[in-house]
């Protein structure tokens, strides 16, 4: 399917274990973006990525890894899951850093 | 620090006209941008301001005064399909993208 799409869609999880989230889009963008989404709160970048094998950290990066091995695909990884990362994941990509960019649907994670 | 500040929740009429604002004071500025969000959905790309004015697109406009950090989107002819959330964002000196928090539009028939 083209364009950006996000798996799992859903995913609960315990304290201490690791999560990889899946981001994949179809447009071949150079960008590409990992936010999370709090009630109360904005988006908050997490990590970015200009090209493949190039991602540098947003905001809130703490407890966050991420990689880039092809320009389509950019997993996030919680290494150890918290209760506060409990949150809504939103992967996003853009042709250039200057332009809108396009969001996948989410990946709602809860962290018991 | 690096702030965007919008109303938290609006309220208008099926068929009216709302203007919701967007204050900033972020470090640099290369760009304003309002998004729409549906309940549960992802984000939606709406306007892009760089420039002083107004920008028209359909039912939507989007205004910008740089000097006065300023921003509203306006909707004309509201439709029950507009209820949603609205964000603003500024892209900053580092073309990263600073987020309001977004405001709630709830539209009554």
């Known amino acids: 399917d083209a364009g950006i799409t996000q798996s799992p869609r859903y995913k609960i999880t315990e304290t201490g274990r690791q999560v990889t989230l899946m981001c994949h889009q179809t447009?071949?963008?150079?960008?590409m973006f990992w936010y999370r989404q709090d009630l109360g709160h904005g988006l908050r970048l997490i990590y970015y990525?200009?090209?493949?094998?190039?991602?540098d950290k947003g905001e809130v990066p703490d407890g966050y890894v991420v990689s880039r091995s092809k320009t389509e695909n950019f997993p996030l990884t919680l290494e150890s899951a918290t209760r506060s990362q409990t949150s809504v994941y939103f992967c996003?990509?853009?042709?250039?850093?200057?332009?809108?960019?396009?969001f996948g649907p989410g990946t709602r994670l809860t962290v018991l | 620090g690096q702030n965007i500040d919008q109303p938290t929740e609006m309220t208008a009429t099926e068929g009216a006209i709302v203007q919701i604002n967007c204050t900033y004071q972020?470090?640099?500025?290369?760009?304003l941008f309002w998004y729409q969000q549906h309940a549960g959905e992802a984000p939606t790309f709406l306007s892009y301001?760089?420039l002083d004015g107004l920008e028209e697109k359909g039912r939507f406009s989007s205004f910008l005064s740089r000097s006065k950090g300023y921003s509203y989107l306006l909707l004309k002819e509201l439709q029950m399909k507009d209820s949603a959330s609205y964000l603003c964002?500024?892209?900053?000196?580092?073309?990263?993208?600073?987020w309001g928090a977004g405001t709630k539009l709830i539209i009554k028939p």
């Open positions: 996003a990509s853009s042709e250039r850093e200057y332009n809108e960019q396009f």
């Open positions: 447009w071949s963008h150079s960008y």
């Open positions: 990525s200009a090209a493949a094998d190039i991602t």
């Open positions: 972020t470090s640099g500025f290369n760009g």
């Open positions: 301001n760089v």
């Open positions: 964002a500024v892209m900053d000196s580092n073309y990263q993208l600073i």
